[in-house]
């Protein structure tokens, strides 16, 4: 059975820093694209940052660049999202996601077939 289990959420003050964590069990996704989405209350859930498989192609949604920074360990099978700076706007459920059927990033949140069950991010201002 394939998991994806994040961790790393919280509450904090805009300004502040998480990083959230993603262990994928079940399945090596060595050569998979992994990333991060987000959904905030009455919205669409977005793309928030991807990297491949190899690591040499990192992407991220413009409102967060600069900012946040993607990572992965893959003898861990574990993604990294480390989020400095984070704003108010930064208020969202977080998931992990993996497409085992492309090994470069994919923007488009129908080419993820595996994701975690989120964990919850509050930026107080």
């Known amino acids: 059975q394939v998991q994806l289990v994040e961790s790393g959420g919280g509450l904090v003050q805009a300004g502040g820093s998480l990083r959230l964590s993603c262990a994928a069990s079940g399945r090596t996704f060595s050569s998979a694209a992994m990333a991060w989405f987000r959904q905030a209350p009455g919205k669409e859930r977005e793309f928030v940052a991807g990297?491949?498989?190899?690591?040499?192609?990192?992407e991220y949604v413009a409102s967060v660049k600069g900012r946040f920074t993607i990572s992965k360990d893959s003898a861990k099978n574990t993604v990294y999202l480390r989020m400095n700076s984070l704003k108010p706007e930064d208020t969202a459920v977080y998931y992990c996601a993996a497409d085992p059927w492309s090994s470069q990033v994919r923007l488009g949140r129908g080419a993820y077939v595996y994701w975690g069950q989120g964990t919850q991010v509050t930026v107080s201002s």
């Open positions: 990297i491949s498989w190899s690591g040499g192609n990192i």
